[in-house]
């Protein structure tokens, strides 16, 4: 048997799920809207013959390259502490941080100052060359092979005309882990090198040519 208030009920549920779904859309359609027009500032730097770029949240300001104080049996990609402000940053050169080919003459124009842990660190790089604006959507997924660099250092790549720059995610490349195994190796291989040296020394020479050596050096009677 048909009652009169079914029919309510199935207009009324009919007109709920239209208008739910309705909804679902507007929202869809609002959200897709917000996440196209977010967007990010970059800053974009040079390290070699590569374009690198990091979040302007993570960095504190640039400056000119200064006076290094170097600080005795530290890595070789640690050049030293600098006074800036009457701060004491720990100054890092990216370049050999990340085994990158560095040049004779430094060729470093910035440091680009980051905190990390409240802790204050600037990283050498050779050139700050701008301040870029673009949607985050513009930023997608590096491929296998696309920088010297890890991966798991980089954020994303962005393509801008004829142009591919590297997003590096600072906070990880200066996290206290990754520091210290740094560190540790570039120790390490310290401490090989100047076993070597000390082997090299202590190399035994045989009589044959210590006996031609002491010819050669002493003096012939004319």
Excluded at 187 to 202: I, L, N
Aim: glycine share 4%; proline share 5%.
């Amino acid at each position: 048997m048909w009652y009169p208030y079914q029919h309510s009920f199935l207009v009324i549920s009919k007109k709920f799920i239209g208008r739910l779904v309705c909804f679902c859309l507007f929202v869809l359609k609002v959200s897709r809207l917000k996440s196209a027009k977010v967007n990010i500032q970059l800053i974009v730097f040079n390290l070699g013959d590569e374009e690198y770029g990091a979040n302007i949240n993570q960095v504190r300001e640039i400056i000119r390259t200064g006076n290094i104080t170097p600080i005795p049996d530290s890595p070789d990609f640690i050049k030293g502490v600098s006074n800036v402000r009457g701060e004491i940053p720990v100054i890092i050169d990216l370049k050999e941080r990340f085994f990158l080919p560095v040049k004779k003459d430094g060729g470093n124009k910035h440091i680009v100052m980051t905190e990390r842990d409240k802790s204050v660190f600037g990283l050498l790089v050779d050139e700050v060359t701008e301040v870029l604006r673009i949607p985050q959507t513009d930023i997608k997924p590096a491929p296998e092979i696309v920088t010297r660099i890890d991966r798991e250092y980089v954020n994303g790549v962005i393509t801008l005309e004829n142009r591919l720059i590297i997003l590096l995610d600072l906070h990880k490349v200066l996290s206290p882990e990754e520091l210290a195994r740094l560190t540790e190796f570039y120790q390490r291989d310290r401490w090989a090198q100047k076993s070597e040296k000390t082997k090299a020394k202590h190399v035994e020479v045989s009589p044959e040519a210590a006996e031609t050596e002491q010819k050669v050096q002493e003096p012939q009677l004319v």
